[in-house]
């Protein structure tokens, strides 16, 4: 069986905070299973056995023993993930629903998402610009490419 990589060694502040959290039990389910994961760590018990106590993946608890490693008690805090800026702003993306709109280029039957990026690049509305976010700027619209002006299927 190989060697654990992180270990958890809880320091008696550290266990204390812990055992109140989960006397008082005010805190996310989350937050209370991950402290549980800790407590468990330090008493020893393998990756399995804590993942079949607490009815969580093994992989759950060595993320923990991971994360504790780095952050101690923070490891308790769930990350807020940050969003992407956006690529356009809604007069840019009107101008790309337009352009949408517009004749195809000569040359060309209708507009293509490649095409569509080409030009918002070519009129510097950005530096760089994937197909897949103009597909999305005209998902939101559901504007149709080419000269039919946007008229709908049937």
């Known amino acids: 069986m190989p060697k654990k990589k992180y ?4 320091r008696a502040e550290e266990r204390t905070v812990l055992e109140r959290l ?10 209370l299973t991950r402290a549980r994961i800790l407590l468990h760590a330090d008493a020893g018990l393998s990756d399995q ?19 504790f490693g780095a952050e101690r008690l923070g490891a308790l805090d769930t990350y807020v993930r940050q969003r992407a800026l956006r690529k356009l702003t809604s007069q840019q993306e009107a101008h790309v629903i337009a352009i949408a709109h517009a004749p195809a280029p000569v040359g060309h039957t209708r507009w293509t998402l490649r095409l569509l ?23 939101k619209t559901q504007a149709q490419r080419g000269s039919n002006h946007g008229a709908r299927r049937q």
């Open 22 to 31: 989960l006397r008082h039990g005010e805190a996310g389910p989350r937050r």
């Open 7 to 10: 270990h958890v060694t809880l």
């Open 117 to 139: 990026a080409e030009k918002v690049v070519e009129l510097g509305f950005v530096n760089a610009i994937s197909h897949e976010t103009v597909r999305r700027v005209l998902k």
């Open 49 to 67: 056995a804590i993942a079949a106590a607490l009815a969580v993946g093994p992989a759950v608890v060595r993320h923990m023993r991971r994360r």
